[in-house]
């Protein structure tokens, strides 16, 4: 049995707890076998040795958020608990809009309200970099890791700092497992849910009023991939999400639409797969033929990136030991069915 007493100073303790203990108890939560006590500005801390450490990390770093950005909402204290949260905190840095020089942060871009819209995890940082160093960047990667987001975040970026003059971002329209032909309304309305995921992105970071102006000047277009044959996609940042979705003539026809001054992201999870069983997905030839051209890079984000509901990533990784138990069995029975036409035919 060990006890740890914390001393909570310097900060306001409800931010720390929330209003009726609802912090608190997300923490209490995530070790129930620990017995937590507060009183003033002390917590006691009292269970199994490895435990008791390990909480007193996770409210230690809860404090060092509240000292440095004066609040922690619910959604921080979860990603805290679940480990999404530490490589933002291995750099002590200010988040301040109006310091004059650089500021060193992961702050990709400011969206709604100031908020800072962070690379959460060490994969997100490097799609940063790798975008910042090369033209065209290959994301690839389960649900949940931030693909999207992260790039949809670089855009918005490039364009508040003139570095484009406007932000297309497509997704190829394949329906995953549901059909909306039959839904009421024009094209725009039957295309629309496939592209809601980007829709979402922006509207986390730019203001209802600005984004509706942007998106009546056409300077942010969200379109299906189709609507970008023929173009020259030039001064633009453009965002190709669920690549997965398409075919090899499809992802050739985008990467040869772009222009000289054009940066592109193409986002894919190799495991969702929604194209009819004929048809191959063109994002393994892509990854193949190009990835050693200067000025692509390739990059893998796993499990580990996850940023969803904790669980999320447990899903991810029995998903994938299913797959892997799937392809040896379908190996075996392959070889079982090759060994048995070969002695037929020796038998003849």
Do not use: W
């Not at 840095?93 to 309200?113: A, F, L, M, Q």
């Not at 039959?182 to 295309?191: A, E, I, Q, S």
């Not at 984004?211 to 965002?239: C, K, S, Y």
């Not at 992802?251 to 772009?258: P, V």
Request: charged share 30%; net charge positive.
């Amino acid at each position: 049995m060990s006890e740890i007493v914390l001393t909570i100073g310097g900060i306001d303790q409800l931010e720390l707890y929330g209003q009726k203990n609802s912090k608190l108890n997300l923490i209490k939560g995530a070790f129930p076998d620990l017995e937590f006590n507060s009183r003033g500005e002390t917590l006691k801390i009292s269970g199994e040795k490895k435990q008791t450490q390990k909480a007193k990390s996770k409210i230690e770093q809860l404090v060092k958020l509240i000292r440095r950005d004066h609040t922690v909402n619910v959604q921080k204290v979860k990603d805290v608990l679940n480990g999404n949260m530490a490589y933002e905190l291995e750099e002590n840095v200010s988040d301040n809009t109006e310091s004059d020089g650089p500021v060193k942060s992961n702050v990709i871009v400011y969206g709604r309200n100031a908020k800072g819209i962070k690379a959460r995890t060490r994969n997100q940082k490097k799609l940063v970099e790798l975008s910042e160093m090369n033209d065209i960047v290959f994301a690839i990667g389960p649900a949940g890791t931030g693909k999207t987001y992260t790039a949809v975040a670089l855009a918005v970026r490039a364009l508040k700092t003139k570095m484009v003059k406007k932000i297309i971002l497509t997704r190829p329209a394949v329906e995953a497992g549901e059909s909306l032909g039959f839904l009421p309304g024009d094209l725009k309305d039957k295309v629309d849910p496939y592209l809601r995921p980007l829709y979402d992105a922006l509207d986390d970071m730019l203001p209802p009023e600005k984004l509706e102006h942007f998106m009546q000047t056409r300077i942010i277009e969200v379109a299906p991939l189709a609507f970008m044959r023929g173009r020259t996609l030039d001064n633009a940042f453009i965002i190709l999400d669920e690549a997965q979705n398409c075919t090899s003539v499809q992802i050739k026809m985008f990467l040869t639409r772009l222009g000289p001054s054009a940066k592109c992201i193409i986002t894919g999870d190799l495991s969702q797969i929604d194209l009819p069983r004929h048809q191959r997905s063109g994002l393994f030839k892509a990854l193949d033929i190009l990835g050693e051209l200067n000025g692509i890079a390739k990059l893998t984000l796993t499990s580990e990136d996850v940023v969803r509901h904790k669980l999320v990533k447990d899903i991810i990784n029995r998903y994938e030991e299913d797959a892997h138990q799937y392809k040896d069995q379908r190996e075996r029975e392959d070889n079982y069915r090759d060994k048995k036409v070969d002695s037929r035919k020796d038998d003849k």
